[in-house]
Nanobody, 126 residues
Framework: QVQLVESGGGLVQAGGSRRLSCTAS????????MGWFRQAPGKERAFVAA????????AYVDSVKGRFTISRDNAKNTVYLQMNSLKPEDTAVYYC???????????????????WGQGTQVTVSS
């Protein structure tokens, strides 16, 4: 059973930065695409960013392009989400997810991810 544990959430002022981490266990990490999703109160879970197992392919939702960066360290079984220039509308619970994808690629579709973390709250104050 794949386990994913997020960390790094908290309260940050608008314009500030935050780095989220997600450490995975019980999997061959490099064979998994990893994604970050977020869910704001009253809204559906939404795609934020994804990265292929090798780290060579990434994808972002338009609203975070140029502000967020997804990266991974396969030696540490960890994926990161560096969030800069944060806005109040970025406030949400952030989830990381894993999709078994040994041939590469990184899907943006939530239901294609088999494993999910418990989430970490990010609150951006104005």
């Amino acid at each position: 059973q794949v386990q994913l544990v997020e960390s790094g959430g908290g309260l940050v002022q608008a314009g500030g930065s935050r780095r989220l981490s997600c450490t995975a266990s019980k999997l061959t990490f490099s064979r998994y695409a990893m994604g970050w999703f977020r869910q704001a109160p009253g809204k559906e879970r939404a795609f934020v960013a994804a990265i292929s197992g090798s780290g060579r392919e990434t994808a972002y939702v338009d609203s975070v392009k140029g502000r967020f960066t997804i990266s991974r360290d396969n030696a540490k079984n960890t994926v990161y989400l560096q969030m800069n220039s944060l806005k109040p509308e970025d406030t949400a619970v952030y989830y990381c997810a894993a999709d078994y994808s040994p041939s590469g690629g990184a899907t943006i579709i939530p239901y294609e991810y088999e494993s999910w973390g418990q989430g970490t709250q990010v609150t951006v104050s104005s």
